[in-house]
């Protein structure tokens, strides 16, 4: 399956880019380009600066990730169903 070899990490949510993508940057200092997946662009409309979020990333490009959810919250990711 093609979604059996990500990495899912938690980062913090430090610039807001129009179009629904936001840049994260990971507990490393990595920064990354994020994206929510279709089923969370509705909830997470109104994630905003500072916000803790859990990303899916590739293995094979690690400059772009996934928003699965808020962080620590009992938000149902899309891996869980």
Known sequence: MPGDDAITVEG????????????AELANGHRV????????RGT??????????????????????R???VAGSGVVSAENI
Do not use: C, Q, W
Not at 33 to 40: E, G, S, V
């Open 12 to 23: 913090t949510v430090v610039e807001v880019l129009g179009d629904g993508l936001y840049r």
């Open 44 to 65: 997470l409309g109104r994630l905003g600066l500072g916000g803790k979020v859990r990303l899916e990333m590739s293995p094979f490009d690690m400059s772009k990730g």
């Open 33 to 40: 380009l994020a994206h929510p997946t279709r089923r969370n």
């Open 67 to 69: 928003i699965l959810g």
